[in-house]
């Protein structure tokens, strides 16, 4: 599978953007997908996942309640809504995909074999 992450932007604080990644191949079905993030002088941290099926999702506790992932099969896309933005949002933002061979979370990075290319997010004061 290949994905392609779009959507990024610049957004006041308070606002709103939603994020896809479009994925290539007949097997998207059967991939988790995660967003990370990275900001400037850090690491790449994790936002939010979403099992295969679409039935589970599991987030950071700093985007908690204002981010919401979900993914259209049928579609071969996932998204990632992000409300009530803040500064601190703005960082480079990933896309994901690993195996779905269980019912776990990874929030670890090297937990996920196919990363897109990434889109900037800038949330303004």
């Known amino acids: 599978v290949q994905l392609q992450a779009s959507g990024g932007g610049l957004v006041q604080a308070g606002g709103s953007l939603r994020l896809s990644c479009a994925a290539s191949?007949?097997?998207?079905?059967?991939?988790?997908m995660g967003w990370f993030r990275q900001a400037p002088g850090k690491e790449r941290e994790f936002v939010a996942a979403i099992k295969w099926s679409g039935d589970s999702t599991y987030y950071a506790n700093s985007v908690k309640g204002r981010f919401t992932i979900s993914r259209d099969n049928a579609k071969n896309t996932v998204y990632l809504q992000m409300n009530s933005l803040k500064p601190e949002d703005t960082a480079v933002y990933y896309c994901?995909?690993?195996?779905?061979?269980?019912?776990?979370?990874?929030?670890?990075?090297?937990?996920?074999?196919?990363w897109g290319q990434g889109t900037q997010v800038t949330v303004s004061s």
């Open positions: 994901a995909a690993r195996s779905g061979s269980d019912s776990l979370f990874y929030t670890r990075a090297y937990d996920y074999r196919v």
């Open positions: 191949g007949r097997t998207f079905s059967s991939y988790d």
